[in-house]
Nanobody, 122 residues
Framework: QVQLVESGGGLVQAGGSLRLSCAASGRTFSRNTMAWFRQAPGKEREFVAA???????YTSDLVKARFTISRDNVKNTIYLQMNSLKPEDAAVYYC????????????????WGQGTQVTVSS
């Protein structure tokens, strides 16, 4: 089992920045691919970014120029630095983990956090 706890969400004005964190505990963290997904009201959950255990990062084209994913295997934590936020970035952001490799599809991931709300005012 892997337990994931997100933090860092909140209310920010358009153009502002937030850094989300996801702390993992349980099974060996360093061998997991960790990912961020988001889900806005009435919309499907969508891939944002992922980072493999070796540090290879993948970011959605929608946010690639503004968001950066990173991980600290000593702290068992991943981060999502979000800059130049737009109202359309508002959503619940979820952290996910799997040891099966990489995918942009949410069902591929085995473990999920509870989510953290990001609200962007225009």
């Amino acid at each position: 089992q892997v337990q994931l706890v997100e933090s860092g969400g909140g209310l920010v004005q358009a153009g502002g920045s937030l850094r989300l964190s996801c702390a993992a505990s349980g099974r060996t963290f360093s061998r997991n691919t960790m990912a961020w997904f988001r889900q806005a009201p009435g919309k499907e959950r969508e891939f944002v970014a992922a980072i493999t255990w070796s540090g290879n990062a993948y970011t959605s084209d929608l946010v690639k120029a503004r968001f950066t994913i990173s991980r600290d295997n000593v702290k068992n934590t991943i981060y999502l630095q979000m800059n130049s936020l737009k109202p359309e970035d508002a959503a619940v952001y979820y952290c996910a983990a799997t040891n099966k490799g990489f995918s942009v599809n949410s069902p591929f991931y085995d473990y999920w956090g509870q989510g953290t709300q990001v609200t962007v005012s225009s």
